[in-house]
């Protein structure tokens, strides 16, 4: 698999790995055992109070605390990620409430709205006690960095068939921070619930496209259009362009065919291409010149 997909195949598979988490097949300290629900997926958080700009990965909520949730792939603590849990921490308890009043919290869960605390943490999938203890210990550089993140939020590590837990750094709150000491058991094989990138890159549509609707033509025909598509991700800001590019490359690799008025059709004669569509957009993302390439090249 070449690095375009397999990187976003990466992201999206952390995030369903954080997600198990929330209902846990595998323990009885889920977020949900916690009455926690998750309020937003990649919103965007602008506060008037603080000027903050913060786009969390995940807003968790149970009627008192929020925590907003970063999820990051390997042991690589950057700068960026950083200032990311800076302007997180800088969300203040004013405009949380306004938030999730906007996200219409009450109606959708039944949940007051009312916020005492605003908590934070960042998430690295695949990271362990023993990385963080070898650049606490052995690397300074390395040590710099996770100081300062220890500093703006708890370090989550997390990954399949293990557990979800603190590494290191604090939660505000006491029942939290005990709670996720002990950590969450994760599943071998989290559900899907998460398909698409943070950035809605073309090729999580592509591939989301086809496990969603493609695969239904085992059963017959499927018509959908690019409208039903964008309100199935009603959570996200699926462009219509985006998701007529996506179709337009399943189109040409004929693994759908164009219908007009924007709807296109899935047929038993397409299922060869849907069930492949992983490794033949891993193909496309090499070209000629060796050099990585991904579908908005295509277009």
Same mark, same amino acid.
């Given at each position: ?25 595998? &323990?009885?300290? =889920?977020?949900? %055992?916690?009455?926690?629900?998750? &309020? ?89 006690? %023993? ?20 500093? %703006?939020?708890?370090?989550? =590590?997390? &990954? ?8 290191? =750094?604090?939660?505000? &709150? ?8 002990? =950590? ?80 296109? %059709? ?34």
């Amino acid at each position: 698999m070449s690095r375009q997909w397999e990187r976003q195949k990466t992201e999206i598979d952390s995030y369903n790995t954080f997600l198990s988490a929330y209902h846990s097949r595998t &323990s009885y300290h =889920g977020f949900s %055992e916690m009455d926690y629900v998750v &309020s937003n997926y990649f919103p965007k958080l602008s506060d008037p109070h603080t000027g903050a700009d913060a786009e969390p990965d995940f807003v968790l909520y149970n009627g008192k605390n929020v925590i907003l949730v970063e999820i990051k792939q390997g042991n690589n603590i950057s700068s960026r990620h950083i200032k990311q849990m800076e302007k997180n921490n800088d969300v203040s308890i004013e405009y949380a409430e306004e938030f999730l009043k906007d996200s219409q919290i009450q109606r959708r869960f039944g949940l007051s709205g009312d916020v005492f605390s605003v908590e934070t943490c960042i998430v690295y999938d695949g990271m362990g006690e %023993e990385y963080v203890e070898k650049c606490r210990k052995k690397w300074p550089d390395c040590r710099e960095k996770l100081e300062e993140m220890e500093n %703006e939020t708890a370090i989550l =590590g997390q &990954s399949r068939d293990s557990k979800l837990r603190i590494l290191t =750094g604090e939660f505000d &709150s006491p029942d939290l921070q005990h709670w996720l000491e002990y =950590g969450i058991d994760l599943p071998p094989t989290p559900r899907t619930t998460i398909s698409l990138t943070d950035g809605l890159e073309m090729e999580s549509i592509a591939v989301s496209l086809c496990n969603i609707w493609g695969q239904k033509a085992v059963s017959g025909s499927v018509l959908v259009s690019v409208q039903e598509i964008r309100s199935h991700f009603d959570h996200r800001e699926l462009k219509p362009g985006d998701v007529t590019d996506a179709f337009k490359y399943l189109t040409d690799v004929n693994a759908c065919e164009a219908r007009g008025n924007r709807t296109y %059709e899935f047929r038993k004669e397409h299922l060869g291409q849907i069930l492949d569509i992983e490794r033949i957009i891993a193909d496309e993302d090499d070209d000629r010149d060796g050099t990585q390439r991904g579908l908005d090249d295509f277009n």
